[in-house]
T-cell receptor
């Protein structure tokens, strides 16, 4: 399993763009990169998934360089409600649906 | 549409007892996974079931078992409870095992406290 490393915590202010970078140096050719968000006392919520280059949805963007050894989750114009833990996961392309979570990045958005 | 539901919401048990946690997946979802989340850590994979068959098992002792019913709901059983089993137990469902989507839908969890 590809190990992921991401910052333990980040602070930001409302209206700013937040970029959370995750490193996954030993990612395999068929692995996908997935990000989840979790609020206290709730289950994680899928944010975005990608394989290479850039993926964008209504919530976030995911940037993956050509070597795929890292990825950056970008949250545009954060609000207080974006305060949560963000998990970067590398998921094996085996059909097995188990997700391996690390400790995540705790994002605190200030007013 | 209803999301993933879990019962009970909270549970307090004593060491050595047995517990059964229940999960109903989103309608149409055939895959159910169970995770344990200890305070301050990310969720840890316990089991995955698809079409009523076990498809994956994490690094948990045999005290943990699970099953999936014909309606795709699932139960997680834990025997001989230890203090260290105190955690939030999460159930997640997904449509199929077909890749490449890895979007899993998590329920709110069951908070288990072992005293």
């Amino acid at each position: 399993l590809a190990k992921t490393t991401q910052p333990i915590s980040m602070d930001s202010y409302e209206g700013q763009e937040v970029n959370i970078t995750c490193s996954h140096n030993n990612i395999a050719t068929n692995d996908y990169i997935t990000w989840y968000q979790q609020f206290p006392s709730q289950g994680p919520r899928f944010i975005i998934q990608g394989y290479k280059t850039k993926v964008t949805n209504e919530v976030a963007s995911l940037f993956i360089p050509a070597d795929r050894k890292s990825s950056t989750l970008s949250l545009p114009r954060v609000s207080l409600s974006d305060t949560a833990v963000y998990y970067c996961l590398v998921v094996m392309d085996t059909g097995r649906r188990a997700l391996t979570f690390g400790s995540g990045t705790r994002l605190q958005v200030q007013p | 549409d209803a999301g993933v539901t879990q019962s009970p919401t909270h549970l307090i048990k004593t060491r050595g007892q047995h517990v059964t946690l229940r999960c109903s997946p989103i309608s149409g979802h055939k895959s159910v996974s169970w995770y344990q989340q200890v305070l301050g850590q990310g969720p840890q994979f316990i089991f995955q079931y698809y079409e009523k068959e076990e498809r994956g098992r994490g690094n948990f002792p045999d005290r943990f078992s699970a099953r999936q019913f014909p309606n795709y709901s699932s139960e997680l059983n834990v025997n001989a409870l230890l203090l260290g089993d105190s955690a939030l137990y999460l159930c997640a469902s997904s449509l199929t095992s077909v890749i490449p989507s890895y979007e899993q839908y998590f329920g709110p969890g069951t908070r288990l406290t072992v005293t």
